[in-house]
């Protein structure tokens, strides 16, 4: 367990690692009753899960359903992560997701949400007057998730970041699907969107900046995909138009350095770091976005 202590938040991670789950049997059942029974539980504003033991094996599923025939002892929580863990505890595309239709009724305080991980993760009917900030990570984004967000009803919605990742880890769409989610989504106060993490990079940042959100965001997130200077043109071109967007962020890229340099001249904050080399296999070009397996 950590703790972190930031003005007045107080934020603290629960996992188990691999030794307790073989010695001790911790696993999803455990991870609810263990937090209620922390003296210090009732004090935090924000609230981690980790790794549960096996998340490869056996789903979070008890520890959403356990938050939620608990929801006024979790009333108090804010900012809920469930997943947080690195490669080394599991990889993101092995991660065992849950259902998280009943999570929006129980905690009506919560404003912000990430979830790790997308296999077998499902959103159900998304209605939420509080949340403020909706991230996924994942390798691999289905299609049944962003029509769930696609529906969703989240009227104080700040900040969008989805992970789009590629078809071998969960993408069952295409351009289309993500250029539906934007036009038919409702979020009146969103200031930050981000479609990150994609093989289709430039595509999709044509379809981003062809969307409803760019007159009003003041934070774009292209990043962790396969952009190239064909992208990066559309970039140089539009976001002059568009004197609402303060931030750029494109790290990890595929840009040359010329067009990474022109970027960074935009009288904006812009973020080209980690820029990256294409592979080339018989005849073929590899590009990569950063977070799949």
Same mark, same amino acid.
């Given at each position: 367990m950590s703790e972190k202590r930031r003005r007045n938040v107080k934020?603290?991670?629960?996992?188990?690692?691999?030794? =307790?789950?073989?010695? =001790?049997?911790?696993?999803?059942?455990?991870?609810?009753?263990?937090?209620?029974?922390?003296?210090?539980?009732?004090g935090l504003n924000e609230l981690s899960i980790g790794c549960w033991g096996n998340p490869w094996e056996e789903s979070? =599923?008890?520890?959403?359903d356990g938050i939620v025939a608990n929801a006024d002892k979790f009333s108090h929580i804010e900012k809920l992560f469930l997943g947080d863990m690195d490669f080394e505890e599991c990889e993101v595309?092995?991660?065992?997701?849950?259902?998280?239709?009943?999570?929006?009724?129980?905690?009506?305080?919560?404003?912000?949400?990430?979830?790790?991980?997308?296999?077998?993760?499902?959103?159900?009917?998304?209605?939420?007057?509080?949340?403020e900030s909706l991230t996924i990570i994942c390798g691999?984004?289905?299609?049944?998730?962003?029509?769930?967000?696609e529906n969703a009803k989240l009227p104080n919605l700040k900040k969008l970041l989805l992970y789009i990742g590629i078809e071998d880890y969960g993408f069952d769409g295409n351009e289309d699907t993500v250029k539906e989610l934007l036009e038919k989504s409702d979020f009146?106060?969103?200031?930050?969107?981000?479609?990150?993490?994609?093989?289709?990079?430039?595509?999709l940042t044509g379809i981003v900046l062809g969307s409803k959100y760019m007159g009003q965001i003041s934070v774009l997130?292209?990043?962790?995909?396969?952009?190239?200077?064909?992208?990066?043109?559309?970039?140089?071109?539009?976001?002059?138009?568009?004197?609402?967007?303060?931030?750029?962020?494109?790290?990890?890229?595929?840009?040359?350095?010329?067009?990474?340099?022109?970027?960074?001249?935009?009288?904006?904050?812009?973020?080209?770091?980690?820029?990256?080399?294409e592979d080339a296999y018989d005849g073929e070009i590899y590009r990569y976005a950063m977070l799949t397996e």
């Open positions: 934020a603290k991670t629960y996992a188990y690692s691999y030794e =307790q789950y073989e010695e =001790q049997g911790k696993g999803p059942k455990d991870v609810v009753g263990d937090i209620l029974g922390d003296e210090e539980f009732d979070c =599923q008890e520890v959403i595309s092995w991660i065992m997701q849950g259902d998280y239709s009943r999570l929006w009724a129980a905690l009506p305080g919560l404003k912000e949400l990430t979830i790790k991980g997308s296999t077998d993760l499902a959103l159900g009917e998304i209605c939420h007057e509080g949340l691999g984004l289905p299609k049944s998730v962003m029509k769930s967000i009146p106060g969103l200031e930050y969107l981000g479609i990150v993490d994609s093989e289709m990079q430039d595509e997130d292209l990043s962790l995909g396969t952009l190239t200077d064909k992208g990066g043109a559309l970039l140089l071109e539009k976001i002059p138009t568009w004197p609402n967007i303060k931030k750029l962020d494109v790290h990890y890229h595929y840009l040359s350095d010329e067009m990474a340099g022109k970027l960074e001249s935009l009288p904006i904050e812009v973020d080209v770091s980690e820029g990256n080399k």
